[in-house]
């Protein structure tokens, strides 16, 4: 017979959860604004190989080449890194606006 309380008072605190989820408002089913990265920001970088037997002018080729490749790949992760600061400040913004517009909801 000792159970019969804590059994009542389970029941009760799970009704008073269940009405207090009942009462809070809707989670926006919209989602964060987000950027499409550019192909050159998704493409692994290559990076140019010497031959099984190099000569001097592999050796060349294969250091212009990387120089290249290089400055490339570089240019690539900035711009994928400046979109992603760029879609992290659109995805604050947003999510102020949704903050003000719930307080705004919520107000009488």
Do not use: F, H
């Amino acid at each position: 017979m000792r159970t019969i309380p804590w059994t009542l008072c389970g029941l009760v605190a799970c009704g008073l959860m269940t009405a207090n989820c009942a009462g809070s408002p809707p989670i926006s089913t919209v989602a964060p604004p987000r950027l499409v990265l550019s192909e050159a920001a998704t493409r692994p970088c290559a990076l140019a190989t010497l031959p099984e037997a190099p000569n001097l002018a592999d050796l060349e080729a294969a250091y212009m080449a990387r120089g290249a490749q290089i400055v490339a790949c570089d240019s690539a992760r900035r711009l994928a890194v400046e979109a992603l600061s760029v879609e992290r400040a659109m995805q604050d913004r947003w999510m102020k606006t949704q903050k003000r517009d719930r307080r705004g909801a919520s107000a009488p």
